[in-house]
């Protein structure tokens, strides 16, 4: 242990985070003074001020923390025989118990919330704590103290969801507790750390598989609030928590670990939860605001110096958040099994936004002034009226009211309009231009497929392989994407994904419960073991292969098809355990200005199975006025669904204003359909409400037939594309397609492109040996873009997709090139036909390095 903390503090130190914490503990007077004041905070950030509760935008606020408190009250007072509240059976259920303290701590804040200008007989009431301290007292002799009969269930409840609940209604109420039951905090504090069974000694485990990202943050804010409820006594806990909580601020580097843990943010904006998730928009969201709150409670007490930590949280949101937010939508593709919950990604984002309220309020200057402009973007952006009543707390209400209705501010987004985003550490990318945003799903033997858990997301499989979501400008995104979209878009017919056409069963459906329980094989699969995340909850692909580079605002990406871990493991898993095969595809995307082009080759079943790819699937509500017409090769128009060998294709939503168009380069025959599809959202989750969901399904796919050769696809999604644009394709208006936008090479082995009008070349090359295209040699396997300018100059950037090379080498042929610029290893050098480009790749961990050339 005392090496493993050694290794904790050397990483901190190497981060330039061990400042934070201050040297020497503080005399017990002035613990005691900061304890206090942390205190005061956490009632501030949750309960409101004076001040604040005062001004009418929290109105809403208040009357909502009143009502949902009466209402606690009421099912106190209706509970019968045996209850805390009516109806919420406990004993067996550890849902129900973390909703009985949960129920506590909101009447407990209804008693320290201020409401000046509509006072309320629960603020201050003396009854009103007691009978919460009263009821945390019930909970404890009965449900809770007794550690032989508690920790059934879901673990978080036990050691994150109730310590979180009952650590603030213990600070709600910590005048009251003293003097009404003051044996009750060191209660509670030995129940809740003997509750931290994976942790070591009834605290934090930094080596533990349970206690890494948001979860951490979570755990440790709780112990801090704890430690301050000790008082004096409590300063060590809160140092200790503290320390802890600081492991999340270290951006993660994968080739040297720290704690084995690979949860936390990357150099390149990713965010990993699980281990193999990316989740920046579930996770990633609730460390964000934890630890927001925790900057909060810390401020102006002498246990942190918090202001060195703002600038690492500015960069999370700067470079990690933003780009996934469209209109004020979170995106798809980092949201995990979340993407299966009603609340939509409007609703994330709004929690996204008050953590970037508070920041700035953390911030100064051009700092603070560029997050508060950020804030005025997404409310001037979004086609969903953000509710600051949903916020946590009634001071971010105010200071977002207080933003919106600055006039010197103007509206920024963080990031520019063009910009294309390599997640490569979570196997992810982004490209935005003004008109829309294109998020792109891959997966690897390093990046899970998907996540399911808990019933949620229950129909996944093919979430991780290529599938990808065009956000249109100006769109209601709920009416595109959110639930609604996986309630009634085929799970194999995703948009972007190539899959084998069979019926997979559902986990519930398949075991008779939301996971595999096999306690006794020696795999030891429970509801939490590893084996269960590693094969049922969120499986990894076992491709290498799955990266891409960017170019200015341009990118590449590509990526090989793969079966996950189970069905590679399928020889060591249990006989009833059911594994599933995939087909197979090689796959690039390249990101481009008013195109995004896909190639596709390989795509087939090692089986012998029919497969789908699907180019795109776009949902509709039904009384939307949906058209789609397009050109058949031999120059027929098209309209409607069916079957054809087609040029073009286009699908208008007149009353949305939207359109896309598709542009088939070289692909086979294509199947458009259009159909009504009627589904309850419980398709998807168990616990959603049962409630049917109507669109219009538009389905573009290409069917490869049981036993036939490998094919190969070539086409571009074209956004907001007119009929006009998209017969410039194949007519002289702008030259033959294959003078503007030319498919260089689409094969297994190597898949390229070039754009004239941008002086683009772009490939990835997926196989060992030399691969030759449009003047380039490229060694091995790599993701390369290369733009010549008219004024003389050739810019080249190059990544390893397979983050294992030491390095790459690229040939620029024809006249020997000079170096104008270059990024940090890489070296060029004259060769025999050209400019030979070097590139250390080692530990790179797919990031892309970019040189300029003039000759």
Do not use: C
Request: no cysteine.
């Amino acid at each position: 242990m005392e090496i493993t903390r050694r290794r904790l503090l050397s990483a901190l130190s190497a981060a330039g985070l061990l400042a934070v914490i201050p040297m020497l503990p503080a005399s017990a007077a002035e613990a005691a003074a900061d304890s206090a004041r942390l205190l005061a905070n956490t009632v501030d950030v949750f309960a409101g001020t004076a001040a604040s509760n005062a001004r009418p935008e929290t109105a809403a606020k208040l009357a909502a923390i009143d009502r949902t408190a009466r209402t606690n009250l009421k099912s106190m007072d209706d509970a019968g025989e045996g209850e805390l509240f009516a109806g919420l059976a406990l004993g067996t259920d550890d849902a129900n118990l973390n909703t009985a303290y949960r129920r506590l701590y909101e009447i407990a804040l209804a008693t320290r919330a201020p409401n000046p200008t509509a006072p309320s007989d629960l603020y201050g009431s003396t009854a009103v704590q007691r009978r919460v301290i009263d009821g945390l007292v019930w909970l404890h002799e009965r449900h809770y103290g007794d550690q032989s009969k508690g920790y059934y269930g879901n673990w978080f409840n036990w050691e994150i969801g109730i310590s979180q609940h009952v650590s603030k209604t213990l600070v709600l109420l910590v005048d009251e507790v003293r003097t009404y039951r003051p044996e009750l905090i060191g209660t509670y504090v030995a129940s809740m750390d003997a509750y931290l069974r994976n942790g070591t000694d009834g605290d934090v485990n930094l080596d533990s598989r349970f206690h890494t990202g948001a979860n951490l943050a979570d755990i440790t804010t709780n112990r801090i609030l704890q430690g301050a409820l000790l008082g004096a006594s409590g300063e060590a806990r809160i140092r200790k928590a503290l320390v802890d909580q600081l492991t999340v601020f270290v951006t993660v580097d994968p080739y040297h670990l720290v704690h084995g843990v690979t949860d936390g943010h990357y150099a390149d904006g990713s965010f990993i939860q699980h281990a193999s998730v990316a989740y920046t928009g579930s996770y990633g969201k609730a460390l964000l605001t934890r630890v927001v709150q925790t900057l909060k409670i810390l401020d102006g007490t002498g246990f942190a110096h918090g202001e060195e930590l703002v600038p690492t949280v500015r960069k999370w949101v700067r470079d990690g958040f933003a780009p996934l937010i469209f209109e004020g939508w979170m995106m798809e593709i980092v949201k995990g099994r979340a993407v299966s919950r009603p609340d939509g990604g409007y609703v994330d984002v709004a929690v996204v936004v008050e953590a970037v309220v508070d920041l700035s309020s953390l911030s100064t200057d051009a700092d603070a002034t560029a997050l508060k402009s950020y804030v005025k973007h997404i409310r001037a952006t979004s086609r969903a009226a953000l509710n600051p009543a949903g916020f946590v707390s009634p001071v971010s209400i105010v200071r977002y009211t207080d933003i919106i209705g600055d006039t010197s501010l103007p509206a920024a987004d963080l990031n520019p309009a063009s910009r294309s985003v390599a997640f490569n550490a979570m196997d992810k990318n982004v490209h935005r231009r003004p008109g829309y945003a294109f998020a792109l799903a891959r997966s690897s033997d390093r990046i899970s497929k998907y996540e399911y858990m808990s019933g949620e997301n229950l129909m996944p499989w093919f979430q991780g392989d290529g599938a990808y979501y065009l956000y249109l400008s100006g769109q209601d995104q709920t009416q595109a994407y959110g639930v609604d979209y996986f309630t009634t878009v085929s799970p194999y017919g995703l948009a972007g994904v190539t899959a084998p056409v069979e019926q997979r069963r559902t986990v519930p459906d398949l075991y008779g419960k939301p996971y595999y329980d096999n306690p006794g094989h020696p795999l030891n699969f429970t509801s939490s073991s590893e084996s269960q995340n590693k094969y049922v909850y969120f499986p990894r692909g076992t491709n290498q292969y799955s990266g891409g580079a960017v170019l200015g605002a341009y990118g590449v990406a590509g990526a090989v098809q793969s079966s996950d871990v189970p069905f590679q493991d399928r020889e060591l898993l249990p006989d009833d355990f059911v594994v599933y095969r995939n087909a197979t595809a090689t796959k690039s995307w390249f990101l481009l200005d008013e195109e995004i082009v896909v190639l596709a080759a390989g795509v087939g079943d090692r089986a012998g199975r029919a497969v789908t790819t699907t180019i795109d699937a776009r949902t509709a509500m039904p009384g939307d006025e949906v058209s789609v017409t397009g050109q058949s090769r031999d120059g027929r128009a098209w309209a409607g669904a069916g079957t054809g060998d087609l040029r073009w294709l286009r699908y208008a939503n007149a009353t949305r204003r939207t359109s896309v168009g598709y542009v088939f380069l070289d692909t086979p025959k294509v199947r458009v359909t259009l159909d009504e599809v009627t589904r309850s959202r419980r398709v998807v989750r168990t616990a959603n409400p049962d409630t049917a969901v109507t669109r219009r399904v538009l389905g573009v796919t290409v069917d490869g037939a049981a036993g036939a050769r490998p094919a190969s696809l070539a086409y571009a999604l074209v956004p907001n594309a007119g009929e006009a644009g998209l017969r410039a394709y194949w007519s002289g208006q702008q030259g033959q397609q294959g003078q503007r936008l030319k498919v260089l090479a689409n094969t297994v082995r190597l898949q390229a492109v070039s754009h004239a009008g941008l002086g683009l070349t772009a490939a990835n090359s997926f196989t060992a040996g030399r691969h030759e295209v449009a003047g380039l040699r490229i060694d091995g396997p790599a993701s390369v873009l290369v733009k010549r300018e008219r004024r003389g100059t050739t810019t080249v950037a190059v990544s390893d997709p397979t983050m294992d090379r030491d390095r790459i080498s690229v040939l620029v042929r024809g006249n020997s090139l000079r170096k104008v610029t270059a990024d940090e290893g890489v070296r060029v050098s004259r060769a025999h036909g050209g400019t030979r480009i070097d590139v250390h790749t080692h530990h790179a961990y797919g990031r892309s390095f970019t040189v300029t050339l003039r000759g």
